[in-house]
């Protein structure tokens, strides 16, 4: 492989919309798509939060070309991880063990912080002398960017640190409300041009060559501005730490009765006890011949789409997982709360306090 490789980091808040913006720069469908016009093949890392990995399973047109960092955040303690992942694919091309590729896109968690994993990038000297950082790529919750951006330290930090910015879920939210998250958005990063996931003629240029590098010159303009407004070195350790954050994930092999967890998922997202934040999962529904994959961010449960990748006929029914992502105060309850959910399923709880460690 001839000089070096390009590298995008694709950021934003829990659940809003980072896979399925992925799924359309890459799908060989689209205008202008990425994956017809590079060289050789795109290669993508996920990073998720929860024991067992599921975003792998979501992101189409990539074949295996795809390496999964699991039960951490690669703004912590993954990073080691990510230096070895990216140490390794640059290894495997070169013997030839792989093809060539020629762009890598990382999918952080919704709570990284994108800056350590810029910095990673930028600066450890075998990753910058073979790969070359070129840019991130922030989605924003349509829906609730606004509320996420009021109340959550790394949203801010998402938005802030973009190249460009991409505003989903126009669809499901009022025009006034796209509007205003526009308006601040625009505070926040003057520089970043920004898209709407539904109707951006400009979006599947994004993974272009250099196409978000006049925004990677900004970047040391922009981490003025979000040192002016949190508040310096102090702030920027915050969002890093997730200790405010819990990650359950449930397993269970038995097949899943649907009107019984719909009332389950209903009652817990009605929950005022419990702030949830995001719920992930791919469940086997009785006599489904597909998977199902299931989806809420906040309280807003998602319509729930059969996995064209999951069929029973190819996969063994009965391995359902869920994932859910909330503030810690509900931890010591949510065993009980989530019983209904996957009746005799196997859980695993575990701490943002522990990402970092
Ligand atoms: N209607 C609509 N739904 C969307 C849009 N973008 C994402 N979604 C839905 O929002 C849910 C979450 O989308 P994902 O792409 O999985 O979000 P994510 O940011 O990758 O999620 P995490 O990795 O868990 O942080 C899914 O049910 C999507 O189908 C959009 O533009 N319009």
């Not at 990753?127 to 919750?141: K, M, N, W």
């Not at 349509?142 to 996420?148: E, I, L, N, R, S």
Request: proline share 6%; with cysteine.
């Amino acid at each position: 492989m001839s000089g070096r490789i390009p590298v995008t980091v694709v950021s934003g808040f829990l659940g809003s919309g980072k896979t399925t913006l992925l799924n359309r720069l890459l799908a060989p469908a689209d205008a202008g798509p990425a994956q017809a016009q590079a060289a050789a093949p795109i290669v993508v890392i996920v990073n998720e939060l929860g024991a067992v990995g599921l975003d792998h399973a979501w992101v189409r047109h990539i074949g295996d070309r795809i390496v999964l960092l699991e039960s951490g955040c690669i703004c912590c303690s993954v990073r080691g991880e990510l230096v070895g992942a990216l140490r390794d694919l640059f290894l495997a091309a070169l013997h030839r063990k792989m093809p060539a590729f020629s762009r890598v896109v990382i999918e952080t968690t919704g709570i990284a912080d994108p800056a350590p994993i810029i910095y990673t990038l930028k600066y450890e000297r075998f990753l910058s002398d073979r790969y070359a950082y070129d840019g991130c790529i922030s989605v924003v919750d349509g829906v609730h960017g606004a509320q996420q951006l009021r109340q959550e330290p790394v949203a801010v930090q998402q938005a802030v640190l973009a190249d460009a910015l991409v505003i989903s879920k126009t669809d499901l939210a009022a025009v006034d409300t796209v509007a205003a998250l526009e308006r601040s958005l625009r505070a926040l990063n003057p520089g970043a041009p920004q898209y709407l996931a539904q109707d951006a003629p400009g979006l599947p240029d994004l993974l272009r060559a250099g196409s978000l590098r006049a925004g990677v010159a900004g970047l040391q303009s922009r981490r003025g501005l979000w040192d002016g407004l949190r508040g310096g070195s102090a702030a920027r350790g915050l969002p890093a730490a997730h200790g405010d954050i819990e990650v359950l994930t449930m397993a269970s092999d038995a097949a899943v009765r649907r009107p019984a967890f719909i009332k389950a998922i209903s009652a817990l997202l009605a929950d005022s006890g419990v702030e949830l934040l995001r719920v992930k999962g791919m469940l086997w529904f009785e006599g489904d011949s597909h998977a199902s994959a299931v989806h809420a961010v906040h309280r807003q449960l998602y319509p729930m789409e059969p996995m064209e990748t999951h069929a029973r006929a190819a996969q063994s029914p009965g391995a359902s997982v869920l994932v859910l992502i909330f503030r810690a105060a509900a931890g010591p309850l949510m065993p009980d709360k989530v019983a209904q959910l996957l009746p005799g399923a196997q859980l695993s709880l575990s701490s943002g306090r522990n990402f970092a460690q």
